[in-house]
Structures are given as structure tokens and as C-alpha cells.
T-cell receptor, first 106, second 122 residues
Framework: DIQMTQSPSSLSASVGDRVIITCRAS??????LNWYQQRPGKAPRLLIY???TLQDGVPSRFSGSGSGTDFTLTISSLQPEDFATYYC?????????FGQGTKVDI | QVQLLQSGAEVKKPGASVKISCTAS????????IHWVRQAPGQRLEWMGW????????RYSQNFQGRVTIVRDTSANTAYIELSGLTSEDTAVYFC???????????????WGQGTLITVSS
């Protein structure tokens, strides 16, 4: 199985901050990397797929980059509604696997 | 608009089975896949398996050692997951999610169900 490791596991930030979350795969996954946002008690929401493609309706302050085994999610200017947990996921192979999550709070 | 509507919360005894439904609307059901993902309290998302809603082909996570079965009813635009041999470790919220299919598909879950809480307790 491909292991996905995110860092940090949690971070504290303020509105307007630039936030960077990293995700590392245990083996190369080319660009098969997706990012999801999950608010408490809600289903995950797709933010970015295939490393850098912004899902329809997602604000442009979210961006993704990387290749191979190392990937990043950047929030350029944190907004109040962005306080949530973020997960990376590899979509290259079965079983699909997720990172442990990064909780972004105030 | 695309929607995935899941069945309601359930409480089960250890050793029992549970079957959860996921009813799709707003798109052509057979043109996509449905994946199932669960989340135990305070834990990361865990992939369980998927079904190609058009062909009916399935793949499962070996982590469930044959306890999971996914089927679909195209006449009802509904996918189901059944998990048997429940233990307290199966207490979780279970989600269905839509994925693309085909050679050009780069897997990603663009729509999710609202989640179904399954509690396993004696």
C-alpha cells in the first residue's frame, strides 16, 4: 500500500496568513494527488485534483503543486471559512489511501 | 444538481451485519463509479472499496478481509455497501463518493454523500 504522510498534523494561523501543507507519498504517484477539505461533522469536499487542478467553485486562493512523491497545498490568504482539516489522497492505485490530515485552526 | 443521499444512522450488535445505501441523482448513474470511505472517530479517512456503476465490477480493500460487499441497482440509481462481522472498531461514519471511470479518468471524488453513522455496541 502507498502510505501518505502530511505535515504538519496541525497548525495555528490567522486570517490573511499564507498556509502551506505538505504531503509525501511512500512511492511515486506521478500526479495522482487530490486534496480535500473537511469541516467538523461534514463530508469531505474536493478542492484540488491531479495535483494542481482546481475543482469548480473552489476559490483561487487554493493551489496545489508537486510531482512524484512530494506535494503541497497552499492557501494564499486564509479566510475564516478555511479553518478545517485538510487531507491528501492518492488516486493512482488500490487501495486508495489518505494522509492523516492537517487541522488548521486559529 | 448532483446529489448522493445515504441511508440513516444505525446501531448494531457485535457480530451483526449492516447494509448502507447511497442513492444518486442529477447525473447518469452508470457513467461513474461509487467509492466507499469510512472515518472512525478522530481518525483519518479509510478507503473500503468501489464499484463501477456501469459494469458492476468491484475492488475491495484487503484490510476488511472479505467482510465487505458492494453492489448496485441501476434501476434505482443506488449503490450499497454491506459490512459483516461487526466489531466496536467498525464504529464510524461511512461515506459514499462519486468517481470517474474510463481510460482518461484521473481518480478523484467530486461529490460525497452526507455520511452514515454506524455504531457497534452491545
Amino acid at each position: 500500500d502507498i502510505q501518505m504522510t502530511q505535515s504538519p498534523s496541525s497548525l495555528s494561523a490567522s486570517v490573511g496568513d499564507r498556509v502551506i501543507i505538505t504531503c509525501r507519498a511512500s512511492q511515486t504517484i506521478t500526479n495522482c494527488l487530490n486534496w480535500y477539505q473537511q469541516r467538523p461533522g461534514k463530508a469531505p469536499r474536493l478542492l484540488i485534483y491531479t495535483t494542481s487542478t482546481l475543482q469548480d467553485g473552489v476559490p483561487s486562493r487554493f493551489s496545489g503543486s508537486g510531482s512524484g512523491t512530494d506535494f503541497t497545498l497552499t492557501i494564499s490568504s486564509l479566510q475564516p471559512e478555511d479553518f478545517a482539516t485538510y487531507y491528501c489522497q492518492q488516486g493512482c492505485s488500490v487501495p486508495r489511501t489518505f494522509g492523516q490530515g492537517t487541522k488548521v485552526d486559529i | 444538481q448532483v446529489q448522493l443521499l445515504q441511508s440513516g444512522a444505525e446501531v448494531k450488535k457485535p457480530g451483526a451485519s449492516v447494509k448502507i445505501s447511497c442513492t444518486a441523482s442529477g447525473y447518469t448513474f452508470s457513467n461513474f463509479a461509487i467509492h466507499w470511505v469510512r472515518q472512525a472517530p478522530g481518525q483519518r479517512l479509510e478507503w473500503m472499496g468501489w464499484i463501477n456503476a456501469g459494469t458492476g465490477s468491484t475492488r475491495y480493500s484487503q484490510n476488511f478481509q472479505g467482510r465487505v460487499t458492494i453492489v448496485r441497482d441501476t434501476s434505482a440509481n443506488t449503490a450499497y455497501i454491506e459490512l459483516s462481522g461487526l466489531t466496536s472498531e467498525d464504529t464510524a461514519v461511512y461515506f459514499c463518493a462519486r468517481d470517474c471511470t474510463g481510460d482518461k479518468c484521473r481518480s478523484h471524488y467530486d461529490y460525497w454523500g452526507q455520511g452514515t453513522l454506524i455504531t457497534v455496541s452491545s
